[in-house]
Every structure is written in structure tokens, then in C-alpha cells.
């Protein structure tokens, strides 16, 4: 029997698809706006995956830090704000988080308040309007897309994603979008949904998995802890390379039977992993993503 996150997998190609044709010129000029200024991203749970995401692209395309932040933690910050920009991310725009956020940001004067949302109509969108602020809509196929807002994260990313390609100084335009809805139609295929479930057939609900990941894939690295959580898969423990290295190395000695190690790495942290592997158990399930 086909699972419902499989189901919801099947039409992300679809949501892929229309995020992509949608136009990004707003936010684009969204994002060069603020380009000079600090930037706040907030989310929790699946929009903290976005939240990180932005703050990738800032940090790619201006050389920028984008402070990424819970509802929570944004909320009872006290730092002066009023030289930054506030992003919040967020699928429905109407739960009790978000709310505080924008309130909290509209209260301590936010230099300017961005909220990208699937859904314009919810009431933080409302707040956030009505404050002078600007609220970016992400279109998806499947409006109802779960507790881990599977389509609202990729029409998010994927609008992102085109938005930093018109003001990245030397777009791509539409073979970006090409080459991006060919790889998402290639990696949500049939075959490779079951090569991955093959990778990962020996993990089991009483396993810890240990994450361990370049820097630089920290968005794709909170999406896999904030999955592996919130479906209720197994317990995750999510470092970069060299921390765990520092100490964190001791629960794979003491619980190898039980430990599964997934890794993410990029050019500059294949070596670095490589002598870490050949310092682990040889009996450690590792699977390796190199990116």
C-alpha cells in the first residue's frame, strides 16, 4: 500500500512546474532591495527548511549573513531591528507562530517585513498587508499538502530559486528552468524513489542517525532532521563534519550496532570526511550524498 507522503511526491513535479512559469520579478526586486541591509529569516518546522534556503541564496548572490530564526526565538529577541530586513516563511500564513512573528516585527519596526506564503489570504498575510509590508504568494497544485508542507516548501525554493536567478547579474533564464524541472522530474522518478529506499532499507525506528554535512548544504541538512522528526522515522542528530569530531564520535563507538551515518558532502569537504571515515568502525552503516 502507497503511502500519503508518496502521493504527495507524485505532483511535485507539477508544483515544480508552476512555480517555475510564475513571475518572479517581484520578489527578485525583493531581494536585491535589501541586499545592503541585515536580514532576519523566520520559520519553523517545514518553512524553517525554506528560511535556511534564503538565506543560502543571500549569502550566494550578495555576500551577506541572513540570521535565521524560529518564531520563538525572533519573538523574544531583543536586538534592534530597525536597520534589518524580516523575511517569514510560512506554508499557511495562519498559525499562532507566525502571528506573534509578524506582530513582533511590526512592534520593534523591521526596516522592511517580507512573508512568503501559499496562502495570500491567511491572517498573518492579512497583518502583514495592512502594516505596509509585502507579501509574496507561491503557487502550488496541492493546496492541502500535508504536516510536512511538501508542496509549499518546493513552490517556495523553487520561486527562490528564479527570483535569484534574474538578479544574480548573469541569469540562466529558461534553460535554469529546464535544467531544474528535468532534474526534479528525474529524482522523484520511480527508479529513483526505489534506489533510495533500497539505500536506506536498513534503517530502523530504534536507530540513531547521525547527519553529517558540509556547511554549505545546511538547507538540505534541516530538511532531512526536520523529515526524519516530524514523520517520526528515527531520532537524528545533525552536525558538520568537524564538530563531530570533536567529541561526538564517542556514541558511534559505544552504539555502532544501532547508529547509521548519512553524510552531504561538496568539493571542499570530501577530504575532510574521507579521513574521518577511515578513523570509524568498519561495521558502521554509512550513506554517502555527495553534492
Not at 43 to 70: H, N, P, Q
Not at 126 to 139: E, I, L, T
Not at 227 to 256: K, M
Request: net charge neutral.
Amino acid at each position: 500500500m502507497r503511502g500519503r507522503f508518496s502521493e504527495k511526491l507524485d505532483r511535485i513535479a507539477e508544483t515544480a512546474s508552476l512555480a517555475a512559469a510564475s513571475d518572479a520579478k517581484v520578489l527578485a526586486k525583493a531581494l536585491e532591495g535589501g541586499s545592503a541591509r541585515p536580514a532576519i529569516a523566520v520559520g519553523s518546522g517545514g518553512s524553517a527548511i525554506a528560511a535556511e534556503y534564503f538565506a543560502r541564496c543571500r549569502e550566494t548572490l550578495f555576500s551577506v549573513r541572513t540570521f535565521v530564526e524560529t518564531p520563538m526565538e525572533f519573538v523574544l529577541g531583543a536586538s534592534r531591528i530597525t536597520s534589518s530586513d524580516v523575511w517569514l516563511f510560512s506554508a499557511g500564513s495562519d498559525n499562532a507562530d507566525v502571528l506573534a512573528a509578524v506582530e513582533s516585527a511590526i512592534r520593534r519596526r523591521a526596516s522592511a517585513i517580507h512573508l512568503v506564503t501559499r496562502n495570500p489570504e491567511g491572517l498573518a498575510a492579512m497583518k502583514v498587508s495592512a502594516a505596509g509590508g509585502n507579501v509574496h504568494a507561491v503557487p502550488v497544485v496541492d493546496v492541502k499538502d500535508g504536516y510536512l508542507a511538501t508542496h509549499s516548501l518546493v513552490g517556495t525554493t523553487t520561486a527562490l530559486l528564479a527570483a535569484s536567478d534574474l538578479v544574480s547579474g548573469e541569469p540562466v533564464g529558461a534553460n535554469l528552468t529546464a535544467s531544474y524541472l528535468t532534474g526534479v522530474q528525474e529524482r522523484l522518478s520511480a527508479t529513483a524513489r526505489e534506489r533510495a529506499r533500497k539505500q536506506f532499507q536498513s534503517l530502523k525506528p530504534s536507530d540513531t542517525m547521525l547527519l553529517l554535512t558540509d556547511p554549505q548544504a545546511k538547507p538540505i541538512a534541516t530538511l532531512i532532521d526536520t523529515s526524519l522528526w516530524e514523520s517520526g522515522i528515527c531520532p537524528v542528530q545533525t552536525t558538520d563534519f568537524r564538530n563531530f569530531a570533536h567529541g561526538r564520535h564517542a556514541w558511534v563507538h559505544q552504539h555502532v550496532q544501532s547508529t547509521i551515518v548519512l553524510t552531504l558532502t561538496s568539493q571542499d569537504s570530501r577530504e575532510v570526511w574521507q579521513a574521518l571515515k577511515g578513523n570509524l568502525p568498519v561495521e558502521l552503516r554509512k550513506i554517502e550524498i555527495d553534492l
